[in-house]
């Protein structure tokens, strides 16, 4: 794509606070293809009268952005500094899938002025000690988790990926790459049978780059909306863009051999658009993705969890060793596989942590929460010794 930075046959990028109709308003929008709706036209009106365009980021690198924006015979990329919405907050801070308002300025490089609000954000705890958020992707529709069938399949990295994805408001399906190596094709079922079990209510799609198996099911399940693909280096991420997409836009590396890990061929996040309608957001690998407050979205990754828990004899029930436990029950009977309760109190634990840190006043509950049980679990063990006074 070109980056210029000239001014703009867009018709409605200067009109008078008193117009009220503008292109960018319109069904018909150049922007259209890259998401642009009604919706986001009413939060950009404002800017529309100061004279500014607007445009979606697609490309985030060292500051500066790379924007996508109306002109005369459609769209044009510009490329633009980030300096007036510059923030402290990472979780403010602009990234790839935002719509923003943008002046093109007579220099080299546009200018981003104001953000849009965003209506969906994918969120993960940084890799710092520090307790903050990295936002990865804005305004999505739908998180595709890719996961490798070329390794042992992880369902705990499935869990952790669909409830951050839940939680951030888009829809998750899971992508299972590389269906051409499973060597025995009759195991193949079992393994989205597998993975559905771990995501509860969410699409998994087995397929593969190789063959086209499964592809025409994908593209027709992002067609129209703004997708993000998230996994771990090595999934086949880049891979599957340039498959979906019809073209090779995305550098591909081999995974290594002694241990099957990727490397990371993509190191920015890059916005593509896809033939069928509707765009894609290349993510560079994630080694690790922290909770960030994902109590929502846990819920809804571990629904069996959370039905088989309204039985239980106390509301706040841990699923350990209280008596009644529905839960613990539904373990013993095979109903409920424990590897799936072991995983959501991980990540459960996890997510409460990381609140912790910043919330002072759930760090003294929980803190007073785990006295009681302390406590409690000293209770029972005297009671079983037969020492209780």
């Not at 991420?237 to 890990?261: C, E, M, P, W, Y």
Request: include cysteine; aromatic fraction near 4%.
């Amino acid at each position: 794509m070109t980056r210029s930075s000239g001014s703009s046959g867009f018709s409605g990028s200067s009109g008078s606070s008193g117009s009220s109709a503008s292109p960018a308003a319109s069904s018909s929008s150049p922007l259209s293809s890259y998401g642009w709706d009604d919706g986001f036209a009413a939060s950009f009106a404002p800017f529309a009268a100061q004279g500014l365009l607007p445009g979606r980021l697609v490309r985030i690198d060292r500051g500066r952005v790379d924007a996508v924006v109306p002109d005369a015979t459609g769209v044009r990329t510009v490329l633009a500094a980030t300096a007036p919405v510059a923030t402290g907050d990472p979780l403010k801070v602009p990234c790839t899938g935002d719509w923003a308002a943008i002046d093109p300025g007579s220099g080299p490089d546009a200018v981003v002025r104001a953000l849009l609000p965003r209506r969906t954000a994918l969120v993960r705890s940084a890799s710092s000690k520090r307790s903050e958020g990295q936002i990865l992707a804005a305004n999505l529709d739908t998180a595709v988790i890719v996961v490798s069938l070329a390794e042992p399949l992880d369902l705990g990295r499935v869990e952790r990926f669909v409830s951050l994805a839940w939680e951030s408001g888009a829809t998750p399906l899971v992508a299972l790459t590389k269906a051409d190596v499973v060597p025995d094709e009759a195991g193949l079922p079992h393994l989205v049978a597998d993975t559905e079990g771990a995501a509860p209510g969410v699409q998994v799609l087995a397929v593969s780059a190789a063959t086209g198996a499964g592809l025409d099911v994908l593209a027709a399940a992002l067609a129209g909306g703004t997708a993000v693909l998230l996994g771990r280096s090595g999934a086949g991420k880049s891979t599957l863009a340039n498959a979906l997409i019809g073209a090779d836009v995305q550098d591909v590396h081999a995974v290594r051999d002694r241990d099957g890990k990727g490397r990371h061929t993509t190191t920015t996040r890059d916005l593509l658009v896809l033939p069928a309608g509707g765009v894609l957001i290349d993510t560079p690998g994630l080694r690790g993705v922290g909770m960030w407050d994902a109590e929502e979205g846990l819920a809804r990754t571990f629904t069996d969890v959370e039905e088989l828990a309204a039985d239980c004899r106390f509301h706040d029930c841990a699923h350990t060793t209280e008596p009644g436990c529905a839960v613990l029950a539904a373990v013993d009977s095979g109903e409920l596989a424990e590897r799936r309760l072991d995983s959501y109190r991980k990540l459960l634990r996890e997510n409460q942590r990381l609140i912790a840190k910043t919330d002072a006043r759930l760090r003294a509950e929980l803190r007073r929460d785990w006295k009681q049980k302390q406590a409690l679990g000293r209770h029972m063990g005297e009671r079983k010794r037969g020492t209780r006074r």
